[in-house]
Structure formats: C-alpha cells, structure tokens
C-alpha cells in the first residue's frame, strides 16, 4: 500500500462527511461512507498526534542562548 499523507486523508475525510451530508446515499451506501470516514479520521489523528511529538519549541535562556525543549501541551 502507498503511503498516504494527511492532507490526502484529510480530503478523502471532507468528501465522506459532505456524502454524509447530502443524505442521498442508501443506507448501506452510508455505512460503507461511514467507515471509510473512520478509517481516515483515525489515519488523520494519527498524523497529527506523531507531529505533535515532533514539535519542539525554542526557549531563549537568560545567558541569550537557545536551547529546544520538546513541546508539552498544557494538559499534560
């Protein structure tokens, strides 16, 4: 399987949800929707979750250096 980007699965999610929408899918045409929005919800949250993990910040110190620290989101 190719890998996939997040924006790709972010568009595949935005298309499902505006199917979803729009109300004109039978019932097994909109769980198949369903789905397939779940799996790209959860690939998209997956994404976003890795690069959270990588984000780091730049602190400057009193002496004027700069030193990274890894990004700790205030509910943690």
Known sequence: MAVEKFETALKKLEEVVKK??????????????FEEGIKQAAFCSKKLNEAEKRVEVLLKQKDGRFVTERFQPKDE
């Open 20 to 33: 979803l929408e729009g109300g004109e899918l039978s019932l097994e045409d909109s769980l198949k929707a």
